[in-house]
């Protein structure tokens, strides 16, 4: 059994900060990917940024030069430090892994419950 637990979320002005983190439990063997996707109000979810085991970015063009993903690979820990956030930043965001529980098994995609961001104007 794995879990996500995504914290950190609130609500802040346009222009301020936040910092989501997350954290993975549970019978884990490796994590490859970990990353954040959001999902705004009558929006399908997006990615928004990924992070390799081995440190390599990527992030969606909108939140380019804003946000920043890290891990930590000794704590199975994701987090993302947003800055300058924009109202159209409001979304539901949600921490996912590709987490192995064994040596033999394949890497299985892991979802955290949500975290609510809203930023105002």
């Known amino acids: 059994q794995v879990q996500l637990v995504e914290s950190g979320g609130g609500l802040v002005q346009a222009g301020g900060s936040l910092r989501l983190s997350c954290a993975a439990s549970g019978s884990i063997f490796s994590i490859n990917v970990m990353a954040w996707h959001r999902q705004a109000p009558g929006k399908q979810r997006e990615w928004v940024a990924s992070i390799t085991s081995d440190g390599s970015t990527a992030y969606v063009d909108s939140v380019k030069g804003r946000f920043t993903i890290s891990r930590d690979n000794a704590k199975n820990t994701v987090a993302l430090q947003m800055n300058s956030l924009k109202p159209e930043d409001t979304a539901v965001y949600y921490c996912?892994?590709?987490?192995?529980?064994?040596?033999?098994?394949?890497?299985?995609?892991?979802w955290g419950q949500g975290t609510q961001v809203t930023v105002s104007s």
């Open positions: 996912n892994a590709g987490i192995r529980i064994a040596r033999t098994s394949d890497f299985t995609g892991a």
